[in-house]
């Protein structure tokens, strides 16, 4: 299975992934030309080489109408000590002017950070809601799918700052400057995934470093409150470096595509890719990246059975909708007959083993049931990923699986139905466009 291991030994953010991940391309250079070409309003990827404490890396800068934005620490200084770290301009800044400016809004870019600057000269304030993201990202050449990941990745954001400021992300504003910074990182993390197309990406657990940020609401500790909200159920640690090594944008990004998080799996890794940071430490300040190729893994699952003869279709309908809402991996039914010639189910339940308290506490609280069976049982898969046909009438996704000799695929029901209705033709003449469509 083609696999993309990150390591985020000190955080990661937009930036550093991005340049971590082209180094893993053939030609970074061309790379770089398609994503200066896509038209993000002022937006300029730049990349060089640099070092990190001995490590050859890539050093990847984004700019917006010419200027990186730049940030202070929690003291009001420039960040030019040990113990700061700041990734791509992740932090949301008040500006304070020589001029009357009246904001009725708070200012939430890509990150709820909001650093003091003095500026002596006019700067436009505009804001950005999420619906104005959205119809940014609708206008860029990029690939259905990823235009997708960019707004998924973005509605993590703003449901992190919503959650944060007691707001729905609809409400969120981003402030401009740093709104196409995020933007800028996102997309480019995003089309180099479309590109590399790995079929499963696992993470390291995500150090956060440690301490305390000036922001507009006061000195909030980290990891912020938006980052912490984001990297819930994920692990991460604080160490010994202090400053903010995982911004918002680096978490969402790691939410949306890691499938799981851990020690490096066992790997023949091809190609390492590794991304600097712009502050030096005494530790490489960088993520790595590496792409290769593991063996089809034995996963251990556990089946929890029980027996129920008193609940109504309705109810174990709802109690099933429950589990696979919870996480499970296949909820169903067996008919049996129960003692004194009752009719009854069986009700199985799989999972990973790290979900059966939470499938425990569901089985006893959406069904009858006074105990639950338990057993471990061994569970080989086929190696499935996904791929957008575009059709004559949209985008169409297609589930594949492969492994063990044999090789299979599926349209997405939803996909085919939308294109169906739309088009008031059959779902079998919707599938026929995507086979025409795949043949051709």
Known sequence: MKTLYLECGMGAAGDMLTAALLELLPEPGSFLERLNGLGIPGVAYRAGKAEKCGIQCTRVTVTVDGAEEESRDADGHDHDHEHEHHHEHNHEHGHEHDHEHEHEHEHHHDHDHDHGHDHGHGHGHVHRSLRDIERLVSGLAVPERVRDDI?????????????????????????????MDAVADVTAVCLLLHELAPERIVCSPV???SGSVRCAHGILPVPAPATAYLLRGIPSYGGEVRGELCTPTGAALL?????????????????????GGKKDFARANCVRAMLGETAPEREQVVE????????TP????????????????????????????RPGILLTVLCPERLRDEMLRALFLHTATLGVREQVCARYTLERSLETVETARGPVRVKK????????????????????????????????????????
Request: hydrophobic share 40%; with cysteine; glycine share 14%.
């Open 314 to 341: 309705e109810e174990t309908g709802f109690a099933m909708e429950r589990l696979f809402d919870a996480g499970a991996l296949d909820v169903f039914t067996t008919p049996v007959g129960m003692k004194k010639g």
């Open 255 to 275: 939410r949306h595509f890691a499938a799981g998080f851990g020690p490096q799996p066992l790997m023949r890794v091809e190609k390492i890719g590794c991304g």
């Open 151 to 179: 707004l998924a990745v973005y509605r993590l954001i703003a449901e992190a700052e919503g959650s944060v400021h007691g707001r729905a992300a609809e409400e969120i504003h981003f402030h401009e400057v740093g709104t």
């Open 401 to 440: 699986a492969s492994g063990w000799g044999v090789t299979r695929e599926k349209a997405e029901y939803e996909d085919l139905a939308r294109i169906a209705r739309s088009g008031g033709i059959s779902l079998r003449e919707a599938s026929e466009l995507v086979r025409t469509r795949k043949d051709g």
């Open 207 to 209: 150090h956060t470093g």
């Open 304 to 311: 929890l059975r029980c027996n129920l003869d008193d609940m």
